[in-house]
């Protein structure tokens, strides 16, 4: 099976005139396997914030270095501080882990179903239960697919709305019936995070009465984009490096004035600078037919990576989501890589701009071929896979 491309992010709402959040998200990356931890501390503000937090980091490190869920469960059981009040340590959590090979392990404590959409509708998982340190545990090990999302959500979610707008709150099934009324091509991991949460926003009337999180982790169908940047050092490589960039199967994005030209020449197309354009700092893109993005290159690619380091920080707030749907050559291009590429292909030209080597030229603009590798490097934590092809 060909290695999978797991993408995870989350976002939540205090309880209102809480300034700390009582749910808690940890999300373990590497080229082996996602693990995303979500833990509910025991009512809310900074005990609550204190108990999520120490249960979902110990998770988190147990099981990524391999510790077994019995000893992990025992482990919390004989850590978390007891609250004085209730004379309670609890946390609910969530272990939801999926490797590169597509195996899966999901572990559930009194937290909400984990709810997987395969092809626009949700399926069930087959679980087992066992007691574990006087905890009931679900478990269960299955197999993902690309294409399949598995949100994770705390109660804050499922009882929104209760004694409020709703009598009983917005209840599990209806977020699953929510899930299936939005179509999946049209709405990205952190755009659908941000609409649950708008759902429960509402319910709430604006103030939210418990902690609310949403958090969703989606495995990538395989898409390789072929991005070309800078002519090749020598220009009788011209005709090859476009032939070799052409014979990608896959989206097509070129970055700069001078390897848009050539592509065009090569390809006896027609090169159109779009004038219609809204942010002054961001250059105007073109169009190439056949090729589906062309913008600026050194000016783009800087701000593109500006907004997948917000995106690493943040991904599902909506002030990023915005960013990347502005319309410009940079947001478009950041969109394409994040949201569709899980193999990047770069086609980089060795020449040097003789404008790039001008005196008075500033500095970040004869530096394209460190922010090539930046990007290379920015993909790579975001765990895709990276090529690049010099000419």
């Not at 300034?19 to 833990?39: A, F, H, M, N, Y």
Request: proline share 5%; aromatic share 6%; with cysteine.
């Amino acid at each position: 099976m060909t290695s999978l491309c797991v993408d995870a992010c989350y976002a939540s709402l205090n309880k209102k005139n809480e300034e700390l959040c009582g749910d808690r998200v940890q999300i373990v990356k590497s080229p082996e396997d996602t693990l995303l931890v979500l833990s509910d501390g025991l009512g809310s503000g900074v005990k609550a914030n204190i108990l999520s937090t120490l249960t979902s980091k110990i998770i988190s490190t147990m099981i990524s270095e391999g510790a077994s869920i019995e000893d992990t469960v025992d482990t919390i059981a004989h850590t978390l501080p007891v609250c004085k009040v209730r004379g309670l340590a609890y946390s609910t959590f969530m272990i939801l882990r999926v490797a590169s090979d597509g195996s899966g392990y999901l572990v559930e404590y009194d937290n909400p179903p984990c709810i997987l959409m395969r092809g626009g509708r949700h399926l069930p998982f087959d679980y087992n239960e066992k007691n574990i340190a006087g905890k009931q545990i679900r478990e269960c090990r299955f197999t993902a697919q690309p294409g399949d999302s598995f949100v994770i959500v705390s109660d804050g979610v499922t009882q929104a709305g209760m004694g409020e707008t709703l009598s009983f709150g917005w209840g599990w099934k209806s977020v699953c019936d929510y899930l299936e009324r939005t179509p999946e091509k049209t709405k990205t991991s952190p755009e659908l995070i941000q609409g649950v949460l708008g759902v429960c926003k509402d319910l709430y009337c604006g103030k939210p009465g418990d902690d609310t999180t949403v958090s969703v982790l989606h495995v990538m169908r395989p898409q390789t984009v072929a991005l070309f940047s800078g002519p090749p050092k020598d220009q009788g490589e011209d005709k090859k490096l476009v032939e070799d960039y052409m014979n990608v199967a896959g989206p097509h994005i070129v970055c700069g004035g001078t390897s848009s030209q050539i592509l065009a020449r090569e390809l006896g197309r027609e090169l159109k600078v779009n004038l219609d354009f809204s942010n002054l700092d961001i250059p105007p893109t073109a169009s190439i037919e056949g090729i589906d993005l062309v913008t600026e290159g050194v000016l783009t690619i800087k701000k593109v990576l500006e907004l997948m380091d917000e995106y690493m920080n943040s991904p599902a707030s909506q002030n990023t989501i915005d960013e990347i749907n502005a319309p410009n050559g940079a947001s478009q291009l950041a969109k394409m890589l994040i949201d569709k590429c899980t193999n990047l292909q770069l086609f980089i030209g060795k020449a040097v701009n003789p404008a790039h080597s001008m005196g008075d030229f500033p500095t970040e603009l004869r530096v394209k071929s460190r922010l090539l590798d930046d990007l290379a490097a920015q993909m790579q934590k975001m765990g895709r896979t990276v090529e690049k092809n010099y000419y």
